[in-house]
């Protein structure tokens, strides 16, 4: 069996995957639970994104740029301008697929080990 780092073998299970069996029981019993842990919306997707996703016009879904795409990092330092942060440029944001996948850059760029 090939060796696996330290770091993987003294990484903690995720706290996230912890709490699922507890939402499953509790909406058993009929509580409500909003998912805020994955990706799974508890709305309706707006009409007006399903239509854009049907009637899109692509020869290749390629992926994105690591940083994110620049128009939606335009909009953002838009967005912050209009509330006084001017000193911010797209190159100040990086679009993640998810929110852990943020918080680990952020503690990553944050925290050292210890």
């Known amino acids: 069996m090939p060796n696996i780092s330290n770091r993987a073998l003294h990484m903690p299970p995720s706290p996230v995957r912890k709490l699922v069996p507890f939402a499953l029981k509790a909406k058993q019993r009929g509580t409500k639970v909003y998912h805020l842990n994955i990706g799974q919306p508890d709305i309706e997707t707006p009409e007006t994104a399903l239509n854009a996703l049907k009637n899109i016009d692509l020869k290749v879904l390629e992926y994105a740029l690591s940083e994110g795409n ?8 838009e967005y912050y301008h209009s509330l006084d942060f001017t ?3 797209p ?24």
């Open 91 to 114: 190159d100040h944001f990086i679009v993640t697929n998810g929110g852990s996948e943020a918080l680990n850059f952020a503690i990553s760029t944050l925290c050292d080990d210890g």
């Open 87 to 89: 000193d911010l440029t």
């Open 70 to 77: 620049i128009e939606y990092r335009k909009a953002l330092t």
